[in-house]
């Protein structure tokens, strides 16, 4: 999944479809292309990418179809890039020390 994730979110509109249900919780296919600037079937084609890997997910509140981010669709991204986030946090660790010493 993890591959298949990255793949998906290699794609800058999808990240940026990401960050705007991030930022502004769930909302519709209408209010994405608009911020987007896609066309409405364009956005949902992206959406439909997004859900197939599992990191948004789809909701009907009446006749309007809610689209908001999925969590646990980021679990396996999380576990591959946790030894990257480790190492980048030792090296800022690190330049902390180095800089307390030189204070």
Request: charged share 25%; net charge positive; glycine share 8%.
């Amino acid at each position: 999944m993890t591959s298949a994730a990255f793949d998906v979110i290699a794609e800058p509109t999808r990240r940026r479809i990401l960050d705007l249900l991030m930022s502004g919780g769930p909302r519709p296919v209408g209010d994405l292309a608009t911020q987007t600037g896609l066309s409405q079937p364009n956005t949902s084609r992206h959406l439909r990418v997004l859900r197939d890997a599992g990191l948004v997910e789809c909701r009907a509140v009446g006749q309007r179809r809610l689209y908001a981010v999925r969590g646990e669709g980021f679990a396996d991204l999380a576990r591959w890039l946790a030894p990257y986030v480790r190492l980048w946090q030792s090296g800022l660790n690190a330049l902390e020390e180095h800089l307390d010493r030189a204070e």
